[in-house]
Nanobody, 126 residues
């Protein structure tokens, strides 16, 4: 499985970029997908999760209300719509595939994921 994240770049505070994560090599319609981020000098942290069928979504408290995760299974793609970005949202954003089909267990843990994208950098600055 290969994951290609895109949509990052330089964004002004308050901006609303939309990240995409396109998968190839396997249909992901049976797997939950997550977004994580790693800010400079910090550990990677959970941002959002969407279940295999899109029926359940979960968010980190730090982004709740400002971020929306969605997916298009026919396109094998997951999205992260981010709104009202702040400088502290500056990070490399990674998408990942949950390793267990139709599971929503431990979605906040990196250990629940077995495939990761290369990351896309979002820099929030004026």
């Amino acid at each position: 499985v290969q994951l290609q994240a895109s949509g990052g770049g330089l964004v002004q505070p308050g901006g609303s970029p939309k990240l995409s994560c396109a998968a190839s090599g396997r249909a992901l319609s049976s797997y939950g997908m997550g977004w994580f981020r790693q800010a400079p000098g910090k550990d990677r942290e959970f941002v959002a999760f969407i279940s295999w069928n899109g029926g359940s979504t979960y968010y980190a408290d730090s982004v709740k209300g400002r971020v929306t995760i969605s997916r298009e299974n026919p396109k094998n793609t997951v999205y992260l719509q981010m709104d009202n970005l702040k400088p502290e949202d500056t990070a490399v954003y990674y998408c990942a595939v949950n390793q267990w089909p139709r599971s929503i267990s431990n979605y906040q843990s990196e250990r629940a994921y077995n495939y990761w994208g290369q990351g896309t950098l979002v820099t929030v600055s004026s």
